[in-house]
C-alpha cells in the first residue's frame, strides 16, 4: 500500500525555523516527483514546492521563495522541507504528495498520493 507521511509540524514563533519531513512506504521514491502544499483555514490548497525525481530539479512558490528548500534522499525515501524565517500567514496544514515520473520534471500539479498533513502554526 502507498503511503506517505509527514511529520514535524508544530508551534513557532515568527521568524523561526521547522524541518518537516516526508517518510514513504510501500514504495520508493526514487521514481516519484514530490510536492509540498498547504492548506489555511478558509482558504484553497496552494502549491509550495517540488523537486524532481532526481533532486536536480526545484521549483517554489513566490510566497516562499529564500525562505523553504526542498530536498531529498532516496535512500531514506524521505523528502524534506526546511522553512526558515516563519510568518503567520505560512500558518496551514502542510501536505506532501508524490507523481510517478519518467523524466527530470517538477510542477506544482497533478499529484495523484498524498499524505494527511501536519500542522504549522506561526504565532507569537
Known amino acids: 500500500q502507498y503511503k506517505l507521511v509527514e511529520s514535524g509540524g508544530g508551534l513557532v514563533q515568527p521568524g523561526g525555523s521547522l524541518r518537516l519531513s516526508c517518510a514513504a512506504s510501500g514504495f520508493t521514491l526514487d521514481y516519484y516527483a514530490i510536492g509540498w502544499f498547504r492548506q489555511a483555514p478558509g482558504k484553497e490548497r496552494e502549491g509550495v514546492s517540488c523537486i524532481s525525481r532526481g533532486g536536480t530539479i526545484t521549483n517554489h512558490a513566490d510566497s516562499v521563495k529564500g525562505r523553504f528548500t526542498i530536498s531529498r534522499d532516496n535512500a531514506k525515501n524521505t523528502v524534506y522541507l526546511q522553512m526558515n524565517s516563519l510568518k503567520p500567514e505560512d500558518t496551514a496544514i502542510y501536505y506532501c504528495?508524490?507523481?510517478?515520473?519518467?523524466?527530470?520534471?517538477?510542477?506544482?500539479?497533478?499529484?495523484?498520493?498524498w499524505g494527511q498533513g501536519t500542522q504549522v502554526t506561526v504565532s507569537s
Open positions: 504528495a508524490a507523481v510517478y515520473r519518467v523524466h527530470e520534471i517538477c510542477v506544482l500539479g497533478g499529484y495523484n498520493y
